[in-house]
């Protein structure tokens, strides 16, 4: 396997492997993935088990890319994101790839939308070889746009229909939302557990980007949702 190559023209040196910063919380993969990113020719230069450790140091190390996990510590929903977008916010040339087991549609939405470039977005199941990974962080530190079809087609549903990946049960919870049911109102009307109406109306939020933020009412704004589709 060759050793990947600075493909950026303006590098003062373009034999000089690219050069990489990494977030992800398992021990394990963490440390697999700095293994086959020293075999496949890249030179990881930090790991950190949060994104919070690399944003503290990305400035001073200046990397090509920066690898993060979608969802870390502390709360494990969506900081690898926000922490790409802090990055593109300090250091705008940066390149991002997202290695997940997750589509976080709302956050990756705002990225694409700067039109910058230099962005990837992999689910780590679906990585199927060493040269793959190697091609996509290749081609992401390029400028490129590297997308697994599966999150292409679930940010084409959000787009088309924020409803779209919601299950027919969370439909029906949404729908009896809409009516101003509560749980408790809900789940005599499904004839189903309350726990289970709860459990649905949890995925609901999560598959509409209503993150709890303390100010805006989640209930109010899934509603909305539901009635503009």
């Known amino acids: 396997m060759s050793t990947p190559r600075r493909i950026d023209p303006s590098s003062p040196d373009p034999s000089i492997p690219l050069r990489l910063v990494l977030a992800e919380d398992s021990v394990l993969l963490r440390e697999g993935l700095v293994r086959l990113f020293a075999e496949a020719g890249f030179d990881t230069v930090a790991a950190y088990g949060d994104a919070d450790g690399l944003l503290a140091e990305v400035e001073r190390l200046r990397p090509d890319l920066a690898v993060l996990d979608v969802r870390m510590p502390p709360t494990f929903r969506d900081e690898g994101v ?79 229909n924020p409803l779209a990946a919601l299950t027919p ?37 999560s598959k509409l980007g209503l993150d709890d933020t303390g100010s805006d009412h989640r209930r109010v704004l899934a509603v909305l949702a539901f009635l503009q589709a």
């Open 169 to 205: 049960r969370e439909r029906d919870v949404l729908g009896l939302m809409a009516e101003g049911r509560t749980n408790v109102g809900i789940a005599e009307r499904l004839v189903i557990g309350v726990g289970a109406v709860e459990k649905n109306v949890t995925a609901i939020f």
């Open 82 to 160: 926000r922490a790409a977008i802090e990055l593109r916010r300090r250091l705008p040339g940066i390149g991002i790839l997202l290695l997940s087991q997750y589509v976080e549609g709302t956050y990756v939405q705002e990225l694409l939308a700067s039109g910058e470039g230099g962005l990837g977005y992999l689910l780590k199941d679906r990585v199927a070889s060493l040269d793959e990974l190697q091609d996509a962080v290749a081609r992401v530190s390029a400028g490129g746009t590297v997308l697994d079809p599966q999150v292409v087609r679930e940010l084409l549903a959000r787009r088309t």
